[in-house]
């Protein structure tokens, strides 16, 4: 059997097995789910080979899997982080009901995204999709709250994008008899005009969703929101990169040949600049954890849309590796969440505070994820962000940067939030007894964090595999033109060279700790949050001083006239307006016999009227 | 040898920029008490002030976020300080500089805000919380029409390094501040959110959050904030005149339009009351950023 194949059918054979073999015991369960994520990800990077195309042929549809460099790419980043998240959802579902339905939902989510990958062919790729559609759904509305709103969100969402890509897969095989991606690539250029634009606006309406560009993005904040936490790492970080994925493809193979190609791409990259801005702000106006990052999540997803619009070379790498980026901090933060969410019960910045010192290791991982999203060097999160500005910048695209820039600088506030509100402030009695987090949930967080430093030192491990996957797309090699081991050069022979901005920051930030902390730590006294000077009063034990309400209230009050509306209120208003107009509809069948015959009365009296005019005598 | 070079050279800029930016600070001090009619202290009163906290010893402290804030806050300045070039041909001041461009150094520089930031949010200290968030606003407020007036300089002459911009001025014989005169007016009125003087001292806010995330601080930790503050003063008076000035052959040039440029925030800031934050915020994306946008716009249209 091809290992391709294998691989599927381990992840399946795995899912249903670990759902039952909760019946038994639950440690045999947890064995079980983390060899049936880890012995495939062996075997893919072990046995797969590049290029290599496994097929048959039922009924006259021919069908076929295989890798390419570009999947290969979006590959690693799936099975990091379903590594990752499947060790940290044992910790994280130790003692939690319906144990067995996240296992298998989980298994089912990462196969269906690996076959996504595989896929050659729109049937495979639209089938994943579905099962990648409805496993994330399950847990989505796994938690049973406000199931109702959040899971018909996304379940409406999703089949909008499924139906787009089906009517585009029934076009393509209508124009060339099957359906193979390249057969459909190659006759592409040869299309008649209106189906080379109807097809892949048509896919990316699909893409879009999943990667929740506004206006299709009002699914994510919820959906990412209520999902299990551990769930919500590989579901921001992992699946959400799958619409990047099918977006790139479309980009590049399709809308290339357009003489319309760039006006689409412009106006793409703006949907995804506009919610890059309005994502940000309505981040900063979370007060729940989980929201902030859904927000957040939405709002990065932005940034890798304007690059991958934008389109050349160094966009291209700027937003693959900032999809990367994304996938590692975003994972790790999220999986923060659940940390503290598991060990206080709660995600509410306003209830949760003072955390550093119970919960250290989480809070360093806060930390560097923190930093990484910021785009601060030397983290890996800022070598996106540069190549994404001078992208920009070198390609014409003032206003973008501009925009870019603030929803970036913006993105400062909520990244403080985030800290300050769990892990600084004042300690409170009520959290005096809460512990670090399990070690099964350390580990991957803190590797997920460690990532983020090694791509900020070491950006060629992640530069490599996108370069090759863009060449295997039809880009020229941009090694040695845009980056090379640790330098990135943009096209106007401007460069940033990582190696000693990493050994300046880190020498001077040894420095300064070293003259604050050394011989002062063992002179001083740790004092409490309580024992503070407010104007020369001190607060009592039972005094709470936090402030964390109306956390950023002057610049919410200065972006106002931005945040009145939600885009959820134009759809609110839309589905309004569809129930007035059905309403109308259905008091036309009012059931009367006699309304019947005056219809049919008016109606003939209508067609004498137009007689004239309709048959053209 | 390189690397010893470069440390022996860094130390000499550090000492440069904290001995300029002190000096420039007490002078702010005498011309503000000369303007409010007071007799001031001497200009070298900061340098007493600096040497006092050094030689304090802190009794206690606040656990480990919070000694790590003001080393972010001294990695934000003085690596910014390092990427940048003190004078035209390096000469004692050897730096980083081309290995780094403007968009790392503007990274580099709201580094220090969140650092400090960080670390004054673990004192459980109420003013602290209120003048960050306060601050981060305002950050996102100036942050606009300078990254605009940038982004018009990247486009005219394009090149994104300091020293690319520095060349086109010594090679064409004008400065950027004719070159692009707009992108200088709307990086100067940024740089007044930038230095935090009245009308935009709204951080530390005196008489109104009891100085802010500088409060629980004291002894080294405000040592080492005070001289980071200066540090990076400097780094800001030397960017506006490596941008726009094209930079300093010697180091007489360098104070005398280093001093002007300061001369530009401390007395608009002297004649003017404090903003609320949102006003703040508000006040850059109104006429600086019309600035910006008629800076690149004519960027556009000259090249």
């Given amino acids: 059997m091809n290992v391709i194949f294998l691989i599927l059918i381990l992840f399946l054979v795995g899912a249903i097995v670990t759902a039952f073999a909760g019946k038994w015991s639950s440690l045999l369960q947890d064995g079980l789910f983390i060899l049936a994520v880890t012995i495939p990800a062996v075997l893919f990077f072990t046995q797969v080979e590049m290029n290599q195309l496994v097929g048959w042929t039922r009924g006259g549809i021919h069908l076929e899997l295989g890798l390419t460099p570009f999947s290969y790419f979006f590959a690693i980043l799936v099975l990091l982080l379903g590594v990752a998240s499947a060790i940290y959802s044992v910790g994280f579902m130790h003692g939690k009901a319906r144990k067995s339905y996240y296992y298998f939902n989980y298994l089912l989510t990462i196969m269906a995204m690996l076959g996504i990958l595989f896929s050659r062919d729109f049937i495979s790729f639209f089938v994943f999709w579905e099962i990648m559609t409805w496993a994330s759904y399950l847990m989505v509305v796994m938690n049973g709250t406000r199931t109702q709103e959040i899971g018909i969100k996304y379940f409406v969402f999703s089949a909008i994008g499924a139906y787009a890509m089906l009517m585009a897969i029934v076009l393509i095989h209508a124009q060339t008899g099957n359906f193979l991606i390249q057969d459909f690539i190659d006759t592409y250029p040869s299309l008649a005009h209106g189906r080379q634009i109807l097809i892949p606006i048509l896919l990316l309406v699909g893409f879009s969703v999943k990667a929740a560009v506004m206006p299709l993005h009002v699914w994510a904040p919820g959906s990412y929101a209520y999902s299990p936490m551990s769930f919500t790492s590989v579901f921001s970080g992992a699946l959400s990169k799958m619409g990047i994925y099918g977006m790139v493809i479309v980009f590049v193979t399709l809308l290339s040949h357009l003489p319309e190609g760039g006006l689409i791409r412009d106006i793409i990259a703006w949907m995804g600049a506009m919610t890059a801005v309005i994502a940000t702000l309505w981040a900063i106006a979370q007060d729940d954890a989980r929201k902030l990052l859904a927000y957040s999540s939405v709002g990065q997803l932005g940034y890798i849309v304007i690059a991958v619009a934008i389109g050349t070379p160094m966009a291209m790498l700027a937003g693959l590796f900032m999809a990367f980026m994304h996938g590692l901090f975003k994972g790790a933060l999220f999986m923060v969440v659940g940390a503290v969410e598991k060990q206080t019960g709660t995600t509410d910045f306003t209830k949760v505070t003072g955390l550093i010192r119970k919960m250290p290791w989480t809070f360093l991982t806060a930390l560097i994820s923190i930093i990484a999203l910021a785009g601060i060097p030397p983290l890996g999160g800022f070598i996106g962000k540069w190549m994404l500005y001078e992208s920009l910048i070198l390609s014409d695209h003032y206003l973008l940067v501009i925009v870019a820039f603030f929803s970036s600088t913006a993105a400062f506030l909520y990244a403080y939030k985030f800290l300050f509100g769990f892990f600084l402030g004042q300690e409170e009695e009520e959290w005096a007894d809460v512990k670090e987090a399990p070690i099964t949930m350390l580990i991957p967080m803190l590797a997920l964090a460690v990532g983020s430093i090694l791509l900020g030192a070491f950006p060629q491990l992640i530069l490599k595999p996108i370069n090759n996957g863009l060449i295997s797309l039809g880009f020229s090699d941009s090694y040695g033109k845009l980056w090379e081991t640790s330098t990135l050069f943009n096209e106007w022979g401007d460069k940033v060279v990582l190696q000693p901005i990493i050994y300046a920051i880190m020498g001077v930030f040894l420095t300064t700790l070293a003259f604050t902390y050394f011989r002062n730590r063992k002179r001083t006294r740790y004092v409490s949050t309580k024992d503070i000077s407010t104007s020369g009063e001190i607060p009592l034990a039972h005094e709470n001083l936090t402030f964390k309400e109306n956390f950023f209230q002057p610049f919410l009050r200065a972006v106002e006239p931005v945040m009145k509306k939600q885009i959820d209120w134009y759809y609110r208003e839309f589905g309004a307006g569809l129930e007035a107009i059905f309403n109308f509809t259905r008091r036309i069948y009012s059931g009367n016999g006699q309304t019947y015959a005056l219809y049919a009365v008016i109606f003939l009296i209508v067609l004498l009227l137009l007689n004239g005019n309709l048959f053209g005598q | ?303």
Wanted: no cysteine; glycine share 10%; proline share 5%.
């Fill in chain 2, 1 to 303: 040898m390189e690397i010893l070079q470069y440390i022996f050279g860094g130390i000499i800029t550090f000492l440069l920029a904290f001995v300029v930016g002190m000096t420039f600070g007490g002078t702010r001090r005498k011309i503000i008490a000369r303007i409010q009619n007071r007799y001031g202290p001497p200009i070298y009163q900061n340098f007493i002030d600096a040497f006092k906290l050094f030689s304090k010893t802190s009794a206690v402290h606040h656990g480990a976020m919070h000694y790590m804030g003001p080393a972010f806050l001294m990695v934000s300045s003085v690596v910014s300080l390092m990427f940048i070039p003190i004078l035209r041909d390096g000469g004692w001041f050897p730096n980083l500089n081309f290995h780094g461009d403007l968009i790392f150094l503007l990274y580099m520089m709201v580094f220090g805000s969140l650092g400090m930031a960080l670390g004054a949010g673990q004192t459980g200290n109420p003013n602290s919380a209120i003048g960050v968030t306060r601050g981060l606003a305002q950050m996102v407020g100036y942050e606009i029409p300078w990254i605009m007036a940038l982004v018009a300089m990247m486009i005219q002459f394009h090149t994104t390094s300091i020293t690319g911009l520095m060349d086109v001025q010594l090679q064409s014989g004008t400065w950027n501040l004719f070159a692009s005169p707009f992108a200088f007016v709307a990086a100067i009125l940024a740089s007044l959110g930038m230095f935090r003087y009245a009308p935009f001292n709204i951080v530390g806010a005196p008489a109104e959050l009891a100085s802010g995330p500088a409060s629980e601080n004291g002894g080294k930790y405000l040592f080492t904030m005070m001289s980071s503050h200066s540090v990076f003063a400097f780094v800001k008076l030397t960017l506006f005149a490596d941008l726009f000035l094209g930079g300093a052959g010697n180091l007489v040039e360098l104070l005398i339009k280093t001093f002007l440029l300061y001369m530009i925030p401390v007395l608009y800031g002297v004649v003017n009351p404090r903003y609320r934050t949102e006003q703040a915020v508000r006040w850059f994306w109104g006429w600086p950023t019309v600035f910006g946008i008629i800076a690149i716009a004519y960027a556009v249209w000259s090249t």
